[in-house]
């Protein structure tokens, strides 16, 4: 097996639901309903898609850098 490949497959960054549960549960003080929990994930998608161009060119002109 090609570690390359392997590398290539790796997820860089996840939210999994249990996280935003626990979350909700820190902010608001009780777990979020089916209907919130599909709220709050169309806006986390949104937000963390919005600008993701400056995110990764951010990124790789540090990782450069180094």
Same mark, same amino acid.
């Given at each position: 097996?090609?570690?390359?490949?392997?590398?290539?497959?790796?997820?860089?960054?996840?939210? =999994?639901? @249990? #996280?935003?549960?626990?979350?909700?549960?820190?902010?608001?003080?009780?777990?979020? =309903? @089916?209907?919130?929990?599909?709220?709050?994930?169309?806006?986390? #998608?949104?937000?963390?898609?919005? @600008? !993701? #161009?400056?995110?990764?060119?951010?990124? !790789? #002109?540090?990782? !450069?850098?180094?």
């Amino acid at each position: 097996m090609n570690n390359n490949n392997n590398k290539q497959n790796n997820i860089i960054f996840s939210i =999994t639901v @249990d #996280e935003l549960q626990n979350e909700a549960v820190r902010l608001i003080g009780r777990k979020l =309903t @089916d209907q919130e929990l599909y709220t709050a994930q169309k806006g986390i #998608e949104a937000g963390l898609s919005f @600008d !993701i #161009e400056t995110v990764f060119k951010t990124a !790789i #002109e540090e990782a !450069i850098q180094k």
